[in-house]
């Protein structure tokens, strides 16, 4: 079974940095890319960034310049750095991986149950 665990999500003031985390775990073979989307209230879940195995990185267009997606790949984590941050990035924001479990397996996509960022003052 996999399990996507996210931590370091909380309240900080406008301006500020903040850093999330996601740790993979279970039995897991490959692990194609890891991501984060976030979800604000009454609005649809949206893409903040993405990184591939090979460290291929894919941004938000609005989010360019302030948010850094990056992977360990030895520990099964990624990570996404915050900066300048502002009251319209608070949301629920979601870890995502595309994981095969064996060499024979298809691909599927697992969720993390989301970590709350709120952005205020």
């Known amino acids: 079974q996999v399990q996507l665990v996210e931590s370091g999500g909380g309240l900080v003031q406008p301006g500020g940095s903040l850093r999330v985390s996601c740790a993979v775990s279970?039995?897991?073979?490959?692990?194609?890319?890891m991501g984060w989307y976030r979800q604000s209230p009454g609005m649809q879940r949206e893409l903040v960034a993405t990184?591939?195995?090979?460290?291929?990185?894919n941004y938000a267009n609005s989010l360019k310049g302030r948010f850094s997606i990056s992977r360990d790949k030895a520990k099964s984590t990624v990570f996404l750095q915050m900066n300048s941050l502002k009251a319209e990035d608070t949301a629920v924001y979601y870890c995502?991986?595309?994981?095969?479990?064996?060499?024979?397996?298809?691909?599927?996509?697992?969720w993390g149950q989301g970590t709350q960022v709120t952005v205020s003052s």
């Open positions: 990184i591939t195995s090979r460290g291929y990185t």
């Open positions: 995502n991986a595309i994981i095969t479990t064996s060499p024979s397996s298809v691909r599927y996509e697992y």
């Open positions: 279970g039995s897991i073979f490959s692990i194609e890319a």
